[in-house]
Structures are given as C-alpha cells and as structure tokens.
C-alpha cells in the first residue's frame, strides 16, 4: 500500500499531463501512486499516461464526463495510498514535494493540507502575471487562505491532500462551484486539524489567455455565494473587497470628468502593483501586464459575486445551474 495516492482529473489537457506526469517521475520520494481521471475527453492522455506508467506509477480511467466533483470521487474510490493528494492536471510538481510532505506528516499531526502555487520559468509573461495576481496581497490573493491573508487558510485542489481517515468521515466532493473550499470547510467543521505546508509548493499554469482567465475569475465570484449559502459563516467582510474595489473604480471614473485628481487612488493603486510585481519577478513585462490581470481578476471575481448575491440570495433565484455546471466543466 502506497502512502500516497495521487488523483488528478484530466479533460482535453494531454500536452499539460504529460509535463504533470514527467515531474511526478522525478520524485525523490516514489512512496507514491498516480491515479489519472479522464472524464469523457476528446483528446486523451491515455499515451502520456502510457509512457509514465512505471516511473510514476500511473494508474489510468477513462469514464464519461460528468465534471472535476465527480472524476475525483471516482479516483478516490479507486485508490489505495493513506493519503488522497489532488493537483490540477496544469500543475508541475518539483522534485522533492513528497519528501517535503512526508516530512511534515512524521513530524507534525495533522488530517488535511495544503500547499501554495508558484510561477515557473518556463511560464509564459501572461501565466506569470496571472500567477503575481492571483497570490498579490493588493488582489484577492491577499484574502485567500494563507499565511497572512485576512481569511483563514482553506486548502485548494490543485494542492491538497487529506487522510482516508477524513474521507471514510466526510465523504466526496460536491458537483457544485468552489467545490474544494466546500470540502475544506467540511473538514475543519467535522473537527481535523488543517495546516498550510509552504514548502509543499507546486507550479501552477493557471489560465493562458485574458478571457478564460476573466470566466474563472467570474465563477470564483460566483462559488463564495454558493459556499455562503452552504456554510452561511464561511462569508465575511473582506469577501467583498473586490465588489467595493470594482465600484469605486467606477465611482472613481465618472468623477475624473469634473477633476483628474479623483484618479489619483487608482494611479497609487497601480504603481504599487507595478512596483511589487516588477520585484517579485524581477521582470518588466509581468509588471506591465500586472493591472491587466488584476483588473480582469477583481472585476470578474465582483461581478460573478454580485451577479450571484442578487439572484441566489436576493431573488431566490438559482437558474438552470446544471445546465451551468455542464457548460463550465474544467474551462
């Protein structure tokens, strides 16, 4: 019995697996077993899967799509290992996260954890700008669970693991949106410790254009409303940040018709991100693209949450949200 049984959902993403699977075959620590999800793809990884099958000890399942919820179920029924790890399949794992991990599990006692995101070099400038906006403390990454971020640390799927001892008590995943946070706050409410592992760190591609990263950021919006709805205590004042930020930048707007100077807050605003961008990436052009992407990250994010908030909580309105569900599978 492996100690870890890693599962990973795969739909229409073969070139990204195979660069997922070649980093899980360098493992210092092989104490592990790769179980890959292909929900109902018309391009297949099966051959990347193939070809890593020995070093990474891959296990492969085709099945139909039914969405991200519903393949990890299907690879947590299948797996063997103490501990459930999940990535996303555009995720590159460096060479000595699972000995950092079994480190961590021998020295401290914890159910669940989970791990930040970083940029690699290879990257793109416009995934490593996303990156930047995505973990900025100027942007909604300053109110994702972390270490200093105003919310408490909440692991994601495209880097978390948890013992089988928590799924034999909590059960599987939802088919709903913000379907990993749900299952962290299921966790921490059924009582297992949760802990943040910032050397477990993972390469994370994200989005790699402008408007698939704008419709995730619309549904991130949209999911803090469907977790408040399950989990009414789960939302708090700083979830708002990015509608407030959104409508004052409006405000902000109309009003430079009387003066330039009501520009003044926004121009501050965006030096910074200029500034801590050029910093931390050491790069001109991921600071350049750096209030691109954090415009599209906090205006999409307000706008799938005031969409949602108005409807689902003022109307009562819930819409044909299978029909969303389908349509929005792994985009």
């Known amino acids: 019995m492996p100690l870890f049984s890693i599962i990973i959902p795969v739909y ?4 990204e697996t195979k660069e997922l699977l070649e980093s899980l075959s360098l493992q210092t620590e092989k104490d592990f077993e790769t179980i890959i999800v292909e929900d109902g793809s018309a391009v297949p990884c099966r051959e990347a899967a193939e070809r890593f099958a020995e070093s990474a000890n891959v296990r492969y399942f085709f ?3 039914e969405g991200r919820s519903a393949a990890r179920n299907y690879g947590m029924e299948r797996a063997t290992g ?7 399949s555009d995720c590159i794992i460096p060479r000595d996260y699972f000995k950092t991990v079994k480190g961590c599990i021998a020295d401290a006692g914890f159910d ?4 930040p995101d970083a940029a690699d070099d290879s990257f793109t400038t416009l995934q490593k700008a996303i990156n930047y906006s995505m973990t900025s403390f100027f942007t909604t990454g300053g ?3 972390k270490k200093g971020g105003m919310e408490k640390f909440l692991p994601r799927t495209f880097n978390m693991g948890f013992s089988r001892e928590v799924y034999k008590k909590v059960g599987g995943f939802r088919d709903m ?9 299921r966790i921490r409410e059924n009582g297992f410790r949760t802990v943040l592992l910032t050397d477990a760190f993972v390469f994370h591609k994200r989005r790699n254009t402008p408007r698939s990263f704008s419709r995730q950021m619309i549904i991130f919006g949209r999911s803090r409303i469907e977790l408040y709805l399950l989990h009414p205590d789960s939302l708090k004042i700083v979830h708002l940040l990015p509608a407030v930020f959104m409508c004052g930048s409006i405000m902000l707007l109309l009003l430079s018709v009387l003066s330039p100077w009501f520009l003044l807050p926004l121009g501050i605003y965006y030096a910074a991100l200029v500034c801590e961008a050029a910093i931390k990436n050491r790069s001109a ?3 350049a693209l750096a209030p691109v992407t954090a415009t599209i990250q906090l205006w999409g994010y307000a706008c799938g949450f005031i969409r949602a908030f108005v409807m689902e909580v003022i109307f009562k309105r819930k819409g044909d949200k299978e029909a969303e569900m389908r349509r929005l599978k792994f985009k």
């Open 112 to 115: 669940c954890y989970g791990g």
């Open 177 to 185: 949106f913000g379907e990993d946070i749900d299952m962290s706050l």
């Open 285 to 287: 052009k991921v600071a």
């Open 12 to 15: 229409n993403r073969p070139d």
């Open 63 to 65: 099945k139909a799509n």
């Open 82 to 88: 103490e501990w459930l790890v999940f990535f996303d």
């Open 143 to 145: 109110i994702r669970g």
